[in-house]
């Protein structure tokens, strides 16, 4: 598949670095607690509006289920309406095909520099690299991004770019790329870090010929992208260049202006505890001849990039995602390794059901195993996607088509034989938990099980009383 | 074929239901319908209620009774933090006497050297704190954009309680949206190093609103 590369074949591999990574784990340890606060802080928020989490995110999955029960239909409305305002819009089965209509628009338009607001999708296309390639300059403005640029890295988190990043990195960061010296830094000098990149960055803002942006949604009644940021670079990059691009995925439309003000009660609180982020910006069309600001022209690149072939599929509802990060914020998993183990855009568990959905199954084999099953990420979704489930649903794919090794593959299938036949069940069950404690050390624990030793490479198994579930269940019955 | 016929008829072979017209026309009915979502339950004094929001947002509000005393309030504040004595303003807002305060106020679109931006509104948002601003020849966007600072003057006749009650108002009095609608909900900010909110990212550093008209 064309755009970004995928690495997601080395999620083991790279799952043991990060493990390693000191420095790694002390921003991740840092940040989780903040993360969750801020989400609790904003679900207070909703309950003292009167506001019923569950009840507003009913409305919100209903709202985009109905886009994608008739996502064509949704799509051609937006299109209609978006050009009756002067906007062109352009349509990109893949990565390649983004890169390419960004870079004619480019040489069409005699484009040196590009401003850039977050955009997935440009990940997704690897959009940097081809620009780069036909002697654009991209320029990534929102902060964390600024900083992931700066260090030739992907973003580890899809609204926290950089989270997996120390003061004391970004300073060294930004003293080789801004021609200072290193300093030692405290939390107390984050304002001047955010100071520097404002500085660095303005006159990247004003001299830019096309400014890039994603778009939180589009909206099929007037024809708009609308843009949440707290930073006020996508204000910047969508109001200064003459040449205004949005690239966003074909599953972004919503029908109202209402039911943008529904999903807007539940995305900042969901992502960052806000009730609203900073600037929530409603662009439709382009400058009028008497206006002194606004782009000359607004170009939308709709990207299908496998996303069509969710539909209609049981992975649908993953469609509905509006990108908020509570998934991973709330993940055990994505707070051990951080967002880049999972090695292509989208890291945590919804980038566990959308990688190997949209790079190829077989492109991405430990990605739906990359969950301990609490089902945390299903609690937080704001758009209610059953995250698990989902994953467990990719995981038969694989058994079905082959992907895992032979011995896993036929061990399940025994197993399966076996839980169709209760009796021989319970009596191997039996026979297996008196043997486990046997194997134990006298303190509940196998320290080397040489049946699988990979399960102890890093952990005890820990065991249980000798007796099976259903004979434990049965005396309690009895009692 | 081209992408968009290409993407358009695998989405048509993915969707089931009825037939493209009957499923057109239904999408335009629910454009028509225009339904709310669940509403929040406000208290019903929206001015206090967005005061209190726009300062949890980190905006500083000065309330006085009536247009006329708009320029002595800015300029005080402009004082206070020692801001100097020139701004510039959105065009719609030059019938304001800023010279009678001793303020030197240029009436156009902001550039990266004005240090002082100042605008009215099309209306405020109770619910969240929120200004809601048009872009337009007389209300140009980069007035609330380039400055550090963005003085905002709000007609508390214009509080209005939640974004739907916003857009319902826009509908009424403008029928087509502008070409950029700005909703804005104190300074910039980022956090995004080490997650920790710091103020002043790349818009305005400090937002001040001016609630005119009476007070509570
Ligand atoms: S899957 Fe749900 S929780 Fe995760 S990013 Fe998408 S909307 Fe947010």
């Known amino acids: ?479 | 074929m081209s992408a968009r016929a290409d993407i358009l008829a695998r989405l048509r072979g993915a969707v089931a239901g009825s037939d493209r017209v009957t499923r057109q026309a239904a999408a335009e009915a629910r454009l028509l319908a225009a339904a709310r979502g669940p509403q929040p339950v406000l208290p019903p004094d929206g001015r206090l209620r967005f005061q209190q929001r726009a300062v949890a947002q980190a905006c500083t509000v000065d309330a006085v009774a009536g247009w006329a005393s708009v320029p002595a309030a800015v300029a005080s504040y402009l004082e206070t933090h020692d801001l100097g004595t020139v701004a510039v303003a959105t065009p719609d807002l030059a019938a304001i006497d800023w010279a009678s305060a001793g303020l030197r106020v240029a009436c156009r679109g902001a550039v990266d050297a004005d240090q002082v931006g100042i605008s009215g509104c099309f209306c405020a948002i109770a619910e969240t704190g929120t200004l809601l601003l048009l872009s337009g020849p007389q209300t140009p966007a980069t007035v609330s954009l380039l400055p550090e600072t963005h003085v905002t003057l709000v007609d508390s006749r214009r509080i209005v309680a939640t974004m739907e009650d916003a857009f319902a108002l826009l509908r009424a009095e403008h029928g087509q949206l502008p070409r950029a609608v700005n909703f804005v909900s104190g300074p910039s900010r980022t956090g995004d190093i080490e997650q920790t909110i710091v103020l002043g990212a790349h818009g305005p550093c400090r937002v001040h609103l001016i609630l005119i008209g009476e007070t509570v």
């Open chain 1, 1 to 479: 598949m064309a755009g970004m590369r995928s690495q997601a074949m080395h999620f083991q591999a790279r799952a043991g670095q990060k493990l390693a990574d000191e420095v790694l784990q002390g921003a991740l340890r840092r940040a989780q607690p903040l993360f969750t606060a801020k989400r609790q802080k904003g679900m207070a928020s909703l309950a003292a509006d009167g506001l019923d989490f569950g009840h507003l995110r009913a409305a919100a999955a209903a709202i985009r289920q109905a886009v994608l029960d008739d996502l064509d239909v949704w799509l051609e409305l937006f299109e209609a309406r978006a050009k009756a305002r002067g906007a062109e819009v352009l349509w990109a089965r893949d990565g390649a095909e983004v890169s390419q209509l960004v870079v004619d628009l480019a040489r069409r338009h005699a484009v040196r520099t590009v401003t850039k607001s977050k955009s997935m999708l440009s990940e997704e296309a690897a959009l940097n690299a081809a620009l780069l390639a036909a002697g654009v300059r991209p320029v990534e403005t929102d902060l964390g991004e600024y900083i992931v640029q700066l260090a030739d890295e992907p973003p580890s988190h899809i609204i926290a770019p950089a989270v997996h990043k120390t003061i004391a990195q970004v300073d060294a960061l930004f003293a080789d790329a801004h021609g200072r010296p290193r300093q030692t830094r405290h939390s107390s000098d984050i304002p001047a870090l955010a100071r520097e990149a404002r500085e660095i960055l303005r006159p990247q803002f004003l001299a830019a010929d096309m400014g890039i942006s994603g778009a939180n949604f589009l909206v099929a009644e007037t024809g708009s992208a609308v843009l949440v940021t707290n930073e006020g670079n996508g204000r910047l990059v969508t109001t200064l260049p003459r040449l205004h691009v949005v690239i966003t995925g074909i599953e972004k439309v919503v029908p109202t202006l209402e039911d943008v003000a529904t999903l807007l009660r539940l995305l900042p609180r969901s992502a960052t505890g806000q009730d609203i982020s900073n600037y929530v910006s409603l662009l439709t069309g382009t400058k009028s001849a008497d206006e002194s600001d606004g782009p000359d022209q607004t170009v939308f690149i709709l990207v299908d990039n496998g996303r069509a072939g969710l539909l209609g599929s049981e992975f649908e509802p993953m469609l509905r995602c509006i990108r908020c990060g509570a998934c991973m914020n709330h993940c055990p998993v994505y707070f051990s390794l951080g967002g880049h183990a999972y090695g292509w855009v989208y890291p945590g568990p919804m980038g566990s059901v959308l990688t190997p959905l949209l790079t190829g199954l077989d492109q991405a084999l430990d990605l739906p195993w990359a969950s301990t099953g609490c089902n945390q990420c299903g609690e937080v979704c704001p758009v209610d996607i059953p995250l698990p489930a989902l994953m467990r649903g990719l995981r038969e794919r694989q058994q079905h088509q082959q992907l895992r090794p032979r011995g896993e593959r036929w061990a399940r299938r025994v197993w399966g034989w076996l839980a169709l036949r209760p009796r021989l069940y319970r009596w191997l069950t039996r026979g297996l938990v008196r043997y486990l404690h046997w194997l134990a050390d006298g303190q509940g624990r196998i320290r080397i099980f040489g049946l699988v030793p990979g399960w102890t490479a890093g952990r005890d198994l820990p065991v249980g009383p000798g007796r099976s579930f259903h004979e434990l269940y049965a005396a309690r019955k009895r009692d």
